[in-house]
């Protein structure tokens, strides 16, 4: 069965960092992985994604500020998140594929495998 669990979120201010984990179990993380996020009301969007060539696509309001990278040897997808802003309060979410594919990185639709989400919210 396959399991991704995300960690790392928080209160932070603005301007700060933080760095999302997400611990996959069950399945390697050399597949089309991403990470999405939620805000309230809103609909979830594509954040970054990495593929298995270590190619990496970003949501332009993200762009220069998040950094998405992976560690296949712990089997972990990290997120860093600089230069915060009160607009990327969210919930974040990662997602895997379930193959290396990774056509259109940031469609959720394509995603399977989710998981819980992790909160973060950046203060003003």
């Known amino acids: 069965q396959v399991q991704v669990v995300e960690s790392g979120g928080g209160l932070v201010q603005a301007g700060g960092s933080l760095r999302l984990s997400c611990a996959a179990s069950g399945t390697s993380t050399r597949r089309c992985m991403g990470w999405f996020r939620q805000a309230p009301g809103k609909e979830r969007e594509g954040v970054a994604a990495?593929?298995?060539?270590?190619?990496?696509s970003y949501a332009d309001s993200v762009k220069g500020r998040f950094a998405i990278s992976r560690d296949n040897a712990k089997n972990t997808l990290y997120l860093l998140m600089n230069s915060l802003k009160p607009e990327d309060t969210a919930m974040y979410y990662c997602?895997?594929?379930?193959?290396?594919?990774?056509?259109?990185?940031?469609?959720?639709?394509?995603?399977?495998?989710w998981g819980q989400g992790t909160q973060v919210t950046v203060s003003s």
């Open positions: 990495i593929d298995i060539n270590l190619s990496t």
């Open positions: 997602a895997a594929r379930p193959t290396y594919e990774c056509t259109t990185p940031l469609l959720s639709a394509l995603y399977r495998y």
